[in-house]
């Protein structure tokens, strides 16, 4: 059996061995046992299960939770010759059925299907009547409750185990910690599963969280001085903000695009078809967008909000560099995001036992942001993988944080929330410790209190780092309803002089507009610029006339492949990581002839 699956690797995908641990997954598939796949994103799940249901008889069925995820997979499938389709409310009428035909008829390898209908009377009845080789149940992290993007119609998916015991399932996600790892095999009833976990790090992605001081101006800073013409990603946290946010980019003169639930679905879809198919284009989006896009050349994700936990914040940032290419994840972080995201826990009718989880989500999400030592080794450990040295590749590692001892300054913060009532903001406390006659000290007589002035030595930015530890530590707590600071029990140690604290010395950021020479996250010698341009071309043109995205065609780690190869015969040209038979047979010639006019 493995050595047919070798063969398909080869013929189908255009590739001569696996990554660790596919060959065992696929072995193990094979042989019909249930498996289950934790797997970073962009280390080939998806190759885990189209594989094997190649190989064994019958059609293979993929739940899919999103139609972009569905429609990207089936159009590169039938790229490499593989007979796939998927059934989804956006088909034409008719198609849904058709394809439903095509099954019972044995005409098709791989079908993809939403949960929410694959569990429908109509469709267990349909799938009843035909051969089926698999059931991959893909982001199977939504079946868990408690995890960060649960789906109430992933809970009755367990009816496949019941229905169809005699197929082998395989469920595979890139996000799950220990708790969400437990539910998925509990619901999913995969208790004799054979597991596999390939590990957390995806090394080719460099971390940064910076200081918010003006996030659109640093956004764009950091776009034009490495960014300049990469596709990216950015979030925020409302739709607003995403749409102010992708105008002013915009009016800068970068190709930026809205995607967000609130936007006419026509023009949802054409932004996300613009991101698929053309070069250099940004999306800024709300958490809506991306679970399912495949697009690998994504070279930056930025988050311009705090995500709510570090599962979102590892699957968004996951976006970048599936192609394996040096890639960025960006992010400005600040005490309003804090504060924003409290105010909404705070606020949430959830019960008490969800709220209790979240919050410890969030504050593990905090202590990934306000961390001194090496941010990837603390991104593991969450997920319990130990990293025994530092990274080197985030930047923490690059430029070592300096600290402080802020054990006085925390004091008098701490002092001034008390002394002002515990029902200001940070704004209002600051100009009180700064000594600012405002109307707002005056009204309430806070230029009388204590702490008034005390805190001169102090820049206002440096106050609100100073509150912002505080209160990612949990010295401090926010009121839902205007964001006023309280104290908690935890305070009182350092309020008694019992406690020291190191603070974060942030750096000054300058959110001044610049432009520098881009740095390259994936550099092109000059000798080889003018064949990467002419391959790339090629790409776009047949993109365009087969009418899909331009990775479908090649990834950028194929045409870079082919820039140290520099094959000068078709044959050369098939051994190219990633270059199929159907590929080679349908654009080796153009790709040929484009090289060796450059050589």
């Not at 993929?62 to 010759?81: H, K, N």
């Not at 929410?116 to 109509?122: G, V, Y």
Request: glycine content about 8%.
């Amino acid at each position: 059996m493995m050595q047919e699956a070798y063969k398909v690797l080869e013929d189908v995908f255009g590739y001569t061995e696996f990554r660790s641990p596919q060959d065992e997954v696929v072995s193990s598939l094979v042989a019909g046992r249930d498996v289950f796949v934790l797997m970073p994103t962009g280390g080939g799940k998806s190759l885990c299960y189209q594989l094997p249901a190649l190989i064994r008889p019958g059609v293979g069925v993929v739940i899919s939770p999103l139609i972009a995820l569905m429609q990207d997979q089936v159009s590169a499938l039938c790229e490499v010759g593989v007979r796939a389709a998927c059934i989804n409310s956006s088909m034409p009428p008719g198609h849904n059925r058709e394809v439903e035909n095509l099954v019972r008829r044995g005409e098709l390898e791989l079908v993809y299907i939403a949960p929410e209908r694959l569990t429908l009377a109509t469709t267990i009845e349909w799938l009843s009547s035909t051969s089926i080789s698999l059931f991959a149940i893909d982001e199977a992290h939504c079946v868990a409750q408690w995890g960060h993007d649960f789906r109430s119609e992933y809970l009755q998916l367990s009816i496949l185990h019941e229905r169809f015991s005699h197929v082998p399932r395989i469920a595979l996600t890139a996000t799950a910690d220990s708790k969400t790892q437990e539910e998925i095999v509990a619901r999913l009833g995969l208790q004799q599963a054979a597991v596999y976990i390939s590990g957390f790090d995806r090394p080719n992605i460099q971390y940064r969280i910076t200081q918010k001081v003006n996030a659109k101006q640093q956004l764009l800073s950091f776009i034009q001085q490495e960014h300049t013409s990469d596709a990216g990603v950015v979030y925020c946290m409302s739709r607003n903000k995403v749409d102010s946010t992708a105008k002013w980019l915009s009016d800068q003169g970068i190709k930026a695009l809205p995607y967000h639930a609130g936007l006419n679905k026509d023009v949802r879809q054409q932004n996300q078809e613009r991101f698929l198919r053309e070069d250099g284009v940004i999306i800024v989006a709300t958490i809506a967008f991306g679970m399912g896009i495949d697009k690998p050349d994504v070279r930056f994700v930025a988050h311009l909000d705090l995500p709510k936990s570090i599962e979102a914040y590892y699957q968004e940032t996951g976006r970048a560099g599936r192609d394996g290419l040096p890639s960025t994840a960006w992010m400005a972080y600040g005490l309003e995001d804090v504060i924003k995201l409290k105010q909404i826990m705070a606020g949430s009718e959830a019960n008490e036992q969800f709220k209790r989880i979240e919050q410890r989500k969030l504050d593990s999400m905090l202590g990934l942001a306000e961390v001194t030592s090496c941010r990837r080794q603390t991104l593991m450990s969450y997920f319990g993988e130990a990293l025994s040295d530092p990274c080197g590749n985030c930047d923490n590692c690059l430029t070592p944080v300096q600290t402080w001892n802020g054990t006085e300054a925390a004091r008098k913060a701490l002092s001034c929330v008390y002394r002002t009532g515990q029902r200001f903001g940070v704004v209002h406390l600051i100009n009180v410790l700064r000594g600012k006659q405002t109307d707002k000290v005056s009204q309430f007589n806070h230029h009388e209190v204590t702490t008034f002035g005390i805190g001169g030595d102090l820049s206002d930015a440096q106050w609100r780092s100073v509150y912002r530890q505080l209160v990612a530590r949990g010295y401090l707590s926010v009121n839902f309803d205007h964001g006023q600071l309280f104290l908690n029990d935890k305070c009182r140690g350092v309020l008694r002089g019992e406690e020291a604290l190191e603070l974060r010395l942030d750096p000054i950021v300058n959110a001044q507009k610049t432009r520098s020479k881009q740095q390259n996250n994936m550099p092109i010698a000059e000798e080889n610029r003018a064949l990467w341009e002419a391959l790339r071309a090629c790409r776009k043109t047949l993109a365009e006339e087969q009418s899909v995205p331009p990775y479908v065609i090649f990834h950028d780690a194929t045409l870079k492949e082919l820039l140290d190869v520099k094959p000068t015969t078709l044959q050369e040209f098939g051994a190219i990581s990633g270059v199929g038979q159907k590929k080679l047979d349908k654009y080796g010639g153009c790709f040929l002839k484009a090289a060796l006019e450059h050589y």
